[in-house]
């Protein structure tokens, strides 16, 4: 394996990490973003918060990881009012069949309550006071 001068690792490593990572150092002081442990420890923090957040929701299996990853980009695209109608719960949807079935529910209620609280509006027939029929 090639040995890389320590001074120009952080300039490797950059070139092959993902953009939002290789981005990070960019974000600090011009000293730090150039040291090559403290860009390490950097994005190890960033690893770990990874490791941490899959190990309390309990993804054991690869097809759990999938499901947590897919689920989290689906939170993204509920609209507002479902999100804080499920406030309290929304850490705990941890599949997207879950979290798909309490969408479904909350628009199938806000339907139902919708098609309660219209009136009917049939002005063809309406009488007035005096019996005249107005169209």
Sequence with gaps: M???PKKDCVAYLSAVLPPELSNMPAREVPDNASNYDFVKSLILKRYNYFSEWISKLKSDTFQQLKDLMVT?????RVPLDVREHYLEDWLKFTTPFELAEKVDDYGNIRE????????KRNFANFRGENGITMT
């Design 112 to 119: 139902s309550f919708k098609k309660k609280d219209q009136p």
């Design 72 to 76: 989290e980009q689906l939170k993204f």
């Design 2 to 4: 090639a040995q890389v």
